[in-house]
């Protein structure tokens, strides 16, 4: 096979697509639309202003990966990226991977010490910021043991990246790269320890990209994307760039926060056809629109993850906009969706059969295969998952089995082969589908001097969606009040990443706990 090419045979195994031996993944997903005559084609338009074709993609690509080059990366440096949804990210991201650097885009709702542990973890060589975030990157970069030698502003004044690549060659010769060599990381969030980083190879997007972006939902260069979920999710950067550049299609991106009516706007201002959004997003919008309807016309395929879709809120979409919602389930260290209803394969309530290309399990606590109906661990298979979490032996070993990898989701299959998420092994939350530790919430709490002791689970809101609930011991239950409520939600939403504040807080006399003293959290579950 020629260098950096794939071939797609259908025919065959279906979880085998095969790589040239020479594969250097920016090949196929920025320069081949050159070959392929689309240079005038946009690629990427940004809300509030900017876009970029697919012709100053390759050339912008080219002068970012020069530019990192020439401010000191090798080839296998890791680059954080703190990088709004903007054209900057995707320049950034793609010129490291076409120079054999490793971009690892952090999530930009962090927090300073969620920043500085990740420049420690990663020993990154490189970090390119939004000056939006520099408020709590830069107190990390400060705060860190670990000093990345090349510091940069994505764009703006002085010396960013934008303007090295001013100056920097328009012309870069891919990295020699094998289809399973690292190509980029992202991390994804542990339960009560920290967050682990998700390697991964460079044939994992084209296998998520093919199997779920067009055989799943059947993209096409005609398609318009727009993913309520930022590009640094591994489900905003399938939906958003990942899919659209596979297709030759091109996307929207959003740089601001995903509420309803900013939402509708976009949606109404450059008519996606393709709009991938999560359920607590799509309850909100349900709410939003019973004051104005927007206009949805543009969007044929609507595709909800994260989170399972309850069947109610599914039912309430398809009353209001006549369309179905695809809800389907992923994770980062599979990269995107692996079960997925489609259009002619559709049940409430469910995540959907097999997405062709991988393969699911169930399996008790000693790995064998339950009974079809009888819950356990969601084991899964296919070309994309993770090679290995960033030194983290004992977490690779018991997340990857014989090729197969653990989801640390409980599901059981019906008659008809589709899956239903039964919950999680361990404690973590999913809240408007991102990751919540309660642990870290607790922790949170503890340190406000009037809290004892304090349990975190997570309980149904107004639309069967989980949120983070408190329950606190105080040291001195005379002071328990509303007041006091409100503090405690002040404490937690300016020491941890907004999202993970509990939305309700009981005062209790005491927790459930076993005889040696650990919290007993279902215990407080309703
Ligand atoms: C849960 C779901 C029920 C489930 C994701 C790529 O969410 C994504 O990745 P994360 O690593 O979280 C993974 C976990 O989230 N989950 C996700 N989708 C569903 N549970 N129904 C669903 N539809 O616990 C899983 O293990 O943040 C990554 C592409 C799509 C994604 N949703």
Same mark, same amino acid.
């Given at each position: 096979m020629t260098d950096h090419t794939v071939r797609i045979d259908a025919q065959t195994s279906p979880a085998d697509i095969q790589f040239s031996a020479n594969f250097n993944v920016a090949v196929p997903f920025i320069d081949r639309h050159l070959a392929e005559g689309r240079g005038a084609k946009v690629a990427f338009t940004v809300h509030g202003g900017g876009a970029c074709t697919y012709a100053q993609l390759a050339e912008n690509v080219n002068r970012a990966g020069n530019a990192l080059l020439a401010a000191g990366l090798k080839p296998q440096d890791r680059v954080l990226l703190v990088v709004k949804d903007s054209c900057e990210f995707v320049y950034a991201f793609w010129g490291a991977i076409k120079a054999g650097i490793v971009p690892v885009p952090l999530n930009t709702l962090l927090r300073a010490k969620d920043y500085a542990f990740n420049i420690e973890n990663s020993e990154a060589s490189g970090l390119v910021y939004s000056a939006e975030f520099a408020a709590e990157v830069e107190p990390a970069l400060k705060q860190a043991a670990h000093k990345p030698k090349v510091v940069l502003k994505a &764009? $703006?004044?002085?010396?960013?990246l934008a303007a090295k690549m001013t100056t920097a060659s328009a012309t870069l010769t891919p990295a020699p790269a094998k289809a399973d060599d690292d190509c980029f990381w992202l991390y994804s969030s542990g339960s009560t320890g920290n967050p682990k980083g998700a390697v991964h190879a460079h044939r994992d997007m084209v296998v998520t990209s093919q199997r779920y972006g067009v055989e799943t939902i059947g993209l096409t260069e005609n398609d318009i994307c727009f993913s /309520? &979920? %930022? !590009? *640094? *999710?591994a489900y905003g950067l399938g939906n958003a760039m990942t899919f659209p550049l596979w297709v030759g299609g091109s996307a929207v991106l959003f740089? $601001? &926060?995903?509420n309803p009516a900013a939402i509708h706007e976009v949606i109404e201002t450059h008519k996606p056809t393709a709009y991938f959004g999560v359920p607590t997003l799509y309850g909100a919008q349900l709410r939003a629109m019973a004051d104005k309807m927007p206009d !949805?016309?543009?969007?044929r395929l609507c595709v909800s993850a994260g989170e399972a879709l309850p069947p109610e809120l599914l039912k309430r979409w398809i009353e209001r906009t006549g369309r179905p919602i695809l809800d389907g389930i992923g994770t980062t260290e599979i990269l995107h969706i692996f079960l997925s209803n489609t259009d002619a394969a559709l049940k409430p309530g469910a995540s959907g059969r097999p997405v062709p290309g991988y393969e699911a399990r169930i399996v008790d606590e000693n790995g064998k295969p339950v009974k079809q109906g009888d819950s356990g661990s969601l084991m899964i298979k296919g070309q994309? !998952? !993770? %090679?290995y979490y960033w030194r983290n032996p004992e977490k690779t070993a018991a997340s990857l089995k014989e090729g197969w990898m653990y989801t640390g989701d409980t599901y059981y299959q019906d008659a008809d082969g589709y899956y239903f998420c039964a919950g999680r092994s361990d404690d973590m939350l999913k809240v408007g589908g991102i990751w919540c530790s309660p642990v870290e919430i607790e922790q949170k709490l503890i340190e406000h001097p009037k809290v004892l002791e304090a349990a975190v689970v997570g309980r149904k809101d107004e639309d069967a969606l989980i949120k983070p609930e408190a329950h606190i011991v105080l040291g001195d239950a005379s002071h328990a009040c509303d007041d006091l409520k409100q503090e405690l939600l002040e404490h937690c939403k300016n020491g941890l990443a907004r999202y993970k504040y509990p939305r309700w807080v009981n005062f209790v006399a005491e927790l459930p706990k076993t /005889?040696? $003293? %650990?919290?007993?959290r279902f215990r407080l579950r309703e």
């Open positions: &764009a $703006g004044d002085g010396d960013t /309520a &979920a %930022k !590009l *640094f *999710f740089p $601001g &926060a995903p !949805l016309t543009s969007v994309s !998952l !993770l %090679k /005889a040696t $003293g %650990k919290i007993q």
